[in-house]
């Protein structure tokens, strides 16, 4: 029996930076033993299933350490199942279907945040722009989009996410992770 994950990479192929090339993160995969790797986009994300009976961290730590080997260079990943993909974007606070996947993103956090790590922030001053908690992730409605986002801005500063990986995937790709985990 194999269980379908998608793996998350943070902060690659940025400006020539970091260059994880996909076909090689595919190779990269294959040879850690998972099938039906799949990748999307240049931004490191891919798809895979496993027999393996190791959790997502474990499996996490396995990527990392076999993306250093591979690259030369650390890359902090998240890995996920696809009940909990779908989880994610099923519960999405903000309406979806009726906004263009650039107004909306999640952000996948590594371990559970609460709400207290961002009652310092002025969520009125960046209004119509907000933000919802939800399971390990971070809704963000940005009307304008993220790069021109204030609060993108502000809930990406070191304090809000010291001592945790996060990384942000647009609606459209939350909604094809959903799609690649399926099988």
Known sequence: MTTRYAVLLRGINVSGHRRVPMAELRTVLTDLGHSDVRTYLQSGNAAFATASRAGEDEL???????????????????VRGAP????VADACP???????AKQLHVTYFSEPVGPERFAALDRAAFLPEDFRLGDRALYLYAPDGLGRSGLADALSRPALTKGIVATTRNWNTVVKLVELTRG
Request: aromatic share 14%; with cysteine; charged share 35%.
């Open 84 to 87: 909990y993909l779908r989880a």
């Open 60 to 78: 996490r730590a396995e990527v990392e350490q076999a993306i250093e080997k591979h690259f030369g260079f650390r890359v902090d990943c998240l």
């Open 94 to 100: 903000f309406p979806a279907a009726e906004l263009e």
